[in-house]
């Protein structure tokens, strides 16, 4: 689990015009999903699509509201599954948008590293046989 911040923004897919303000996040490999706040994913017109059940560090079961945000930081974006944070809850930024960013995370420089992606099986058909 990371334990450093960065300012994150959420913009609205069908209106890009429509940015959240920056907002702190703890920057979470132990979190699926990036949890914001639901009153500012809501300011810019994101809406729920449907409701998940997560498991807490203590076993603990809660649901909350998801939707589909274009997420930003640190000069990276991505489209992504946000979780519509309650109060209370901490805003977080998950392993899937860290995924989708194409980062990994530097714990000790407290920063993200870009990184290539992973392809379990790709083949070229213009590729001569030995190369494939």
Same mark, same amino acid.
């Given at each position: 689990?990371?334990?450093?911040?960065?300012?994150?923004?959420?913009?609205?897919?069908?209106?890009?015009?429509?940015?959240?303000?920056?907002?702190?996040?703890?920057?979470?490999?132990?979190?699926?999903? =990036?949890? *914001?706040?639901?009153?500012? &994913?809501?300011?810019? $017109?994101? +809406?729920?699509?449907?409701?998940?059940?997560?498991?807490? /560090?203590?076993?603990?079961?809660?649901?909350?509201?998801?939707?589909?945000?274009?997420?930003?930081?640190?000069?990276?974006?991505?489209?992504?599954?946000?979780?519509?944070?309650?109060?209370?809850?901490? =805003?977080? *930024?998950?392993?899937?948008? &860290?995924?989708?960013? $194409?980062? +990994?995370?530097?714990?000790?420089?407290?920063?993200?590293? /870009?990184?290539?992606?992973?392809?379990?099986?790709?083949?070229?058909?213009?590729?001569?046989?030995?190369?494939?």
């Amino acid at each position: 689990m990371s334990m450093f911040k960065v300012n994150v923004t959420a913009v609205n897919q069908e209106r890009e015009e429509m940015v959240t303000p920056p907002i702190s996040a703890r920057v979470d490999t132990g979190s699926e999903l =990036t949890w *914001l706040p639901a009153e500012l &994913l809501t300011s810019i $017109g994101i +809406t729920p699509r449907r409701e998940r059940l997560f498991t807490r /560090a203590n076993n603990a079961m809660l649901k909350r509201p998801v939707g589909y945000a274009i997420v930003r930081a640190e000069g990276y974006e991505t489209t992504d599954e946000v979780v519509f944070a309650e109060p209370g809850d901490m =805003t977080l *930024l998950g392993v899937r948008t &860290l995924e989708g960013f $194409g980062v +990994t995370v530097d714990n000790i420089g407290k920063r993200f590293v /870009a990184a290539p992606s992973l392809v379990v099986s790709a083949r070229l058909a213009a590729s001569p046989p030995e190369n494939r």
